[in-house]
């Protein structure tokens, strides 16, 4: 927002207690190298006026702390400021601090629990004078006060979201932003922003949906009128709406009423001679042996990486077939291996096989990299020379019938030495 | 060289081994699902519950014990990366 009369950058009243002081980056293109905007950005900083002091709810990435500075001395000075808020450590928002803490030296700072550590490393010092929160932890401004709300992992561990009761407003950190830089700034105001905003989530927070679900349930119970995102337009118009539309993009979209003890399984090949298939199709028929796994076969030449990620997220477990060329695994296999950050993979079930010529590398090099992705890889791989024979495919059958078991938690008790794990 | 048993209730196996090793060089290749992340004490992704035995752990260090308080864990709760075996039975699970 810019001041006609002088183009000085000045403060923008969301209330006449609260006000944006944020900054546009109209110029940005590719954010934190996973994410594209066509718009650039916008980096929400805030301020909070009670009647016994002035709260900062986050500040801006460093390049654009002097726009968050003049507009902060617009509404406020350096002596009132009694908190500062950080509801998110990334430096995108905390480029300011700094500076901030140097002006205001007599603001307490206020971090989530899992944020102290973060914090010591982000300002390199080690006395620091802050308060770790949690949920039903307040401050009070007089008038108004702050609520904090424990909401990790969203979209990293020290996020938190702020709550203003006696404005019925929600500071969310990066829950509920987008990439979309419009200095109209509301939401009823800003252009189209509805790609940016699904696009956002489903980078940044759909790795951690089971958080998100614990945020919501935060979140959801709180008389909203306006929710103030740190990045992208401030949402004023119907706020439950994105509430709403967070609850639907988190929940899984697999599970059966009919099925609802069934697991999933997905095998996923390459094959250049049709051996590694062979093997897939083998292991197939024995997880099909199994009742109650949904099993599903595909070719990674038949398709592309984005649809097979949507399944990889709901799936239950995940089965790797691949030759060994030049002691690789093929690139296809890597490809897919290196597009599922975007999808929580913790404790889902790997397994790897398949057919090689002389040394057959591929199979251990992806077991390794499932369980660096922290899938547990309960059953070694298998791995046949060239053509699969009778006996092998035999033995493909049954560790699909041991995967299956093992999905469905039917294997029994077992007792095993340390160097049985060790010898392989 | 004394042996001792770390059972992974998650996975419903047991696995005998020489006093001294850490949890993660076992659980990891066992397949049990704890989860590793910096591997090295700082990040408490690995964090587990032992259920049994844990008087049968190495004490948490003072770093180890930071980041269990920061990390909100609960009684009895580990870092799998940190803790050593040291001989008995133990039983463990994710957190």
């Known amino acids: 927002m810019v001041d006609s009369d002088n183009n000085a950058p000045a403060a923008v ?5 609260v006000y944006w002081i944020g900054a546009f980056d109209p110029d940005l293109r590719s954010f934190d190298i996973i994410l594209k905007t066509a718009n650039g950005t916008s980096y929400n900083a805030y301020l909070v006026r009670g009647s016994e002091g002035v709260a900062i709810i986050d500040t801006v990435k460093e390049g654009f702390a002097g726009d968050f500075f003049a507009r902060l001395e617009t509404v406020a000075d350096y002596a009132e400021i009694k908190v500062i808020v950080l509801n998110h450590l990334e430096p995108d928002h905390t480029g300011a601090l700094p500076e901030l803490m140097r002006r205001a030296p007599q ?11 973060m914090l ?7 006395k620091l004078n802050f308060t770790p929160v949690l949920t039903g932890d307040k401050v009070s401004l007089g008038d108004r006060s702050l609520e904090f709300l424990h909401t990790p992992y969203l979209h990293w561990p020290d996020t938190q979201c702020t709550y203003v009761p006696e404005e019925k407003t929600l500071f969310s950190g990066d ?27 489903a980078h940044i927070m759909r790795p951690f949906k089971d958080y998100v679900i ?5 979140i959801e119970p709180l008389q909203l009128d306006l929710i103030a ?3 992208g337009p401030i949402l004023r118009d119907r706020p439950k709406r994105y509430v709403r539309r967070y609850r639907e993009m988190s929940q899984p979209s697999l599970s059966t009423d009919k099925q609802a003890k069934a697991r999933t399984l997905l095998i996923f090949y390459i094959s250049s001679y049709g051996n590694t ?6 292991i197939y028929a024995g997880v099909m042996s199994v009742a109650g796994v949904r099993v599903s076969l595909y070719d ?3 398709g592309e990486v984005s649809p097979f990620v949507d399944l990889i997220e709901d799936a239950d477990g995940l089965l790797f077939g691949t030759p060994t060329i030049n002691g690789d695994a093929v690139k296809p296999v890597w490809d897919l291996l290196s597009s599922l950050t975007v999808v929580n993979l913790k404790n889902k079930l790997g397994g790897v096989f398949g057919s090689y010529g002389w040394s057959g590398e591929a199979v251990r090099l992806v077991e390794d990299r499932l369980r660096g992705l922290k899938l547990r890889v309960p059953i070694q791989g298998l791995r046949v020379k060239l053509i699969p024979t009778e006996e092998e495919l035999e033995q493909c059958h049954r560790f699909g019938r041991e995967l299956a078991q093992e999905l469905l938690g039917l294997r029994e008790a077992r007792v095993i030495d340390f160097a049985e794990l060790t010898s392989s | 060289m004394a042996k001792a048993n770390v059972t992974f209730e998650d996975i419903n196996i047991t696995v005998s081994v020489p006093a001294g090793t850490r949890v993660i060089e076992v659980s990891e290749k066992v397949g049990a699902g704890i989860t590793y992340g910096c591997r090295e004490g700082d990040c408490g992704t690995c964090i587990m519950k032992v259920t049994d035995g844990w008087q049968h752990l190495t004490e948490p260090s003072v770093l180890e014990d930071k980041v269990l308080r920061e990390n909100m864990a609960g009684k009895h709760n580990r870092l799998a990366c940190q803790a050593q075996i040291l001989g008995g039975n133990i039983s463990v699970k994710p957190a």
């Not at chain 1, 010591?120 to 080690?126: C, G, Q, T, V």
């Open chain 1, 13 to 17: 009243a969301l209330s006449e207690r």
């Open chain 1, 107 to 117: 603001a307490q700072l206020f971090i989530s629990q899992k944020a102290q550590t």
């Open chain 1, 175 to 201: 829950v509920f932003g987008c990439h979309f830089c419009d200095t109209r700034l509301f939401n009823d105001e800003a252009g189209d922003f509805r790609f940016s905003f699904e696009y956002y989530y």
């Open chain 1, 120 to 126: 010591k490393a982000l300002l390199k010092r080690d």
């Open chain 1, 229 to 231: 995102p740190t990045h």
């Open chain 1, 214 to 218: 614990r945020a919501l349930e935060l």
């Open chain 1, 277 to 282: 298939r062979r093997m897939a199709e083998a």
């Open chain 1, 300 to 302: 990674l030449e038949g």
